[in-house]
């Protein structure tokens, strides 16, 4: 398959502290040289602890931020080093969903308006196009043609994030990074959201890089799944093989936190001990060996790569 979006040894680091001269004496490394992939059509969820860097490693590739090393190639043209100029042109294909529609909305201005604003700065001059296009996005999102003319706070926090999809999907972009969609909406809303996301994906064949902490969200609309501890994606596998075949220390700990849901099924969960080392100084070697019970020797002398391992199935690991 052809890949819309592959990142190289991406890395973001903050730094937090700095002496009298100037000079960086600490650094925050939030993303640390990740290695992933997306192709055309597909969905690839990515999870993680929070803090881990998920959310940061999708505004890194939206360019939200600007990366501090390794390459963003998106659609074969390599973007790590864009201006914002030149950026607005690949906005056209690349959108982002957030995590608080509420915040993400203007206060002041109407759901049909904050939609229309899209189209007027991706040069849709025409006013009329503009509204069908509106009207249309709308019925696409579930929701009535005379609320076009309501202010967010009248919405439910439901709608509010159908009119940030709407929004999203204006310009007809190829590629959604879909950051915790779901997270700040209650329970029964989530299931109509990922429906509602599920659907249009299909339907126009879009892309997702889908960030959450909640698994069986996950499991149900992912592709394949990556798995991140302390900036560093520690296994990828297609969704079904994760679930059902984790081979990192990790990524079992992880998904041994969902509940049972067939009768008579049991799940041994698995606690980690000890705190989440602080990607200001993290652990030499393996990242995770200071909460791994398999942790050896050379987990803290060598670094180990990601590992095919079968299949599209790779890990970072020395167990494997």
């Known amino acids: 398959m052809n890949k819309i979006l592959e990142v190289k040894n991406l890395k973001k680091h903050y730094p937090v502290k700095k002496n009298l001269y100037g000079k960086t004496r600490e650094t925050v490394k939030a993303v640390d040289g990740i290695d992933l992939h997306i192709n055309y059509g597909e969905v690839l969820g990515l999870v993680g602890e929070s803090g881990c860097g998920k959310s940061t490693t999708?505004?890194?590739?939206?360019?939200?931020?600007?990366?501090?090393?390794?390459?963003?190639i998106f659609q074969g043209r390599d973007i790590t080093e864009y201006s914002r100029k030149q950026m607005r042109s690949v906005y056209k294909d690349m959108q982002l969903i957030f995590q608080d529609p509420f915040a993400s909305l203007n206060p002041r201005k109407k759901a049909g308006n904050a939609i229309e604003e899209v189209l007027y700065v991706h040069k849709v001059k025409d006013k009329a196009e503009r509204?069908?296009?509106?009207?249309e996005l709308f019925?696409?999102?579930?929701?009535?043609?005379?609320?076009?003319?309501?202010?967010?706070?009248?919405?439910?926090?439901?709608?509010?994030?159908?009119?940030?999809?709407?929004?999203?999907?204006?310009?007809?972009?190829?590629?959604?990074?879909?950051?915790e969609p779901v997270a700040a909406l209650d329970v029964s809303i989530q299931a109509q959201i990922v429906n509602l996301l599920t659907g249009l994906q299909k339907r126009l064949g879009l892309s997702y890089l889908f960030i959450s902490h909640d698994l069986r969200v996950v499991k149900y609309m992912s592709d394949r799944v990556a798995v991140m501890y302390l900036g560093k994606i520690v296994e990828t596998a297609p969704a079904d093989e994760l679930f059902n075949n984790p081979l990192h220390p990790y990524s079992q700990a992880l998904l041994?936190?969902?509940?049972?849901?067939?009768?008579?099924?049991?799940?041994?969960?698995?606690?980690?001990?000890?705190?989440?080392?602080?990607?200001?100084?993290?652990?030499s070697g393996c990242r995770f060996r200071t909460r791994c019970k398999y942790a050896m020797k050379r987990c803290s002398e060598i670094e180990p790569k990601l590992k095919h391992v079968g299949g599209e199935h790779f890990v970072r690991c020395h167990l494997h």
Do not use: W
């Open 58 to 72: 999708g505004r890194t590739i939206l360019r939200l931020l600007d990366p501090t090393e390794g390459q963003i």
């Open 131 to 135: 509204k069908e296009r509106v009207r």
């Open 139 to 179: 019925n696409m999102v579930g929701l009535r043609q005379e609320e076009l003319e309501k202010y967010p706070h009248e919405f439910s926090g439901g709608q509010r994030q159908r009119i940030v999809i709407a929004r999203a999907l204006a310009v007809n972009p190829k590629l959604i990074v879909c950051d």
């Open 256 to 283: 041994s936190s969902i509940a049972a849901i067939r009768p008579g099924e049991k799940r041994k969960k698995i606690v980690l001990e000890g705190e989440v080392p602080s990607p200001v100084n993290p652990p």
